[in-house]
Every structure is written in structure tokens, then in C-alpha cells.
């Protein structure tokens, strides 16, 4: 295996995700199955720790090094368009800043919980940068990408992915900005 997970993943133990497909949410697992890369680890966790900090309390994961993935709306001419951000749990997304300018619409926000799930097929509490709908925009801090290795959801509440950040950067759709997250 060419990455180590044991910074990220705290007292957990992590398996490549390729062998443990079961653990994630459906377009998660085709996402993965596509990328095919060893790197991508996964780990079950309590769905009720699914949230960042509770799961960092109680695994011992640094929150420096799990990332969160939101959904982000604007709209535009009447054209509602979407993106997912990535930034460390340490930090917010900069919606009204760099978000707003990235989407060029006037007013930017997270996406309403059941809009984010629906259009995710994933869980709230769980949505990760793997497997979204291909025309939005991952847009990933430059903190997250350059991190060794990050705890991002698995599309469920009861895993957790961990990945180098630099694999992140290089989903299909992904873009790393400067100043992302605040």
C-alpha cells in the first residue's frame, strides 16, 4: 500500500475501500470502482459519531486532518447551480466569498439538507467529494489537498473514508483553490 492512513485515522483500523465496496453509499462504491486506487481507505465507524467532531473525539482522528464536504447553491438567470466544497473541519467555507465568485451568481448557500441528500444519493451527515453528479464543480482547499492523509464521509453515516488530500484534487471535476476554507 503506498499511503499510510494512521495519522488520519486515530485508534481506527482502515481498509482499502476496494475491498470493503459494502461500506459505501452506492454512487460512492461506482465512484471508487472507477478510480481504482488502493489509496482510498475505508473504515466503519458508529452512524450516531458520524459528525466531525464526535468522530474525532471519540477515534482519536485529528481535526486537522478531516475534512468536511458541503453542498453549496447559487443561482444565476433563473439557473440554480451547484458545487460541493472541501475543507478542513478546522476551517468554514468561504460561501459568500470565494464560492460566490467560483459559481457566478450573486448569492451563494449550503443547499437545503433534503436537496443535498436527493441529489447526492448519499446521507447528510455522510456526502463526501466521490461519486456527485459529474457536472458540479469539487472544490477542494489547497489545505485539504496538500494534507498526507483526510477523513472525509463515504456517502452513509456508519464509514468514513481516508485518502492523501493530493487524490482529492484529482477527481473528476475537482478544482483546489487558495483561501477556500477560513
Do not use: H
Not at 482522528?61 to 478531516?66: C, K
Not at 477542494?140 to 456508519?158: I, K
Request: with cysteine.
Amino acid at each position: 500500500m503506498g499511503v499510510d492512513w494512521s495519522a488520519a485515522a486515530g485508534t481506527l483500523d482502515v481498509t482499502s475501500a476496494l475491498e470493503r465496496l459494502e461500506l459505501l453509499a452506492e454512487p460512492v462504491a461506482a465512484a471508487v470502482r472507477e478510480l481504482d486506487d488502493e489509496q482510498i481507505g475505508v473504515t466503519e465507524i458508529d452512524p450516531d459519531l458520524a459528525d466531525t467532531a464526535a468522530f474525532c473525539e471519540k477515534y482519536g482522528s485529528p481535526l486537522e486532518l478531516s475534512a468536511n464536504c458541503v453542498v453549496v447553491a447559487g443561482k444565476r438567470a433563473g439557473e440554480v447551480r451547484y458545487a460541493a466544497c472541501v475543507v478542513l473541519a478546522t476551517t468554514r467555507a468561504d460561501v459568500n466569498g470565494v464560492v460566490k465568485r467560483r459559481l457566478d451568481v450573486r448569492k451563494a448557500s449550503f443547499a437545503p439538507m433534503d436537496d443535498a441528500v436527493q441529489l447526492t444519493g448519499m446521507e447528510y451527515g455522510g456526502i463526501t467529494p466521490f461519486g456527485l453528479p459529474a457536472d458540479w464543480p469539487i472544490l477542494v482547499d489547497s489545505e485539504v489537498a496538500a494534507a498526507p492523509a483526510v477523513v472525509v464521509g463515504s456517502g452513509v453515516r456508519r464509514s468514513k473514508i481516508i485518502t492523501p488530500g493530493e487524490l482529492l484534487a484529482r477527481l473528476p471535476g475537482a478544482e483546489v483553490l487558495e483561501g477556500l476554507g477560513r
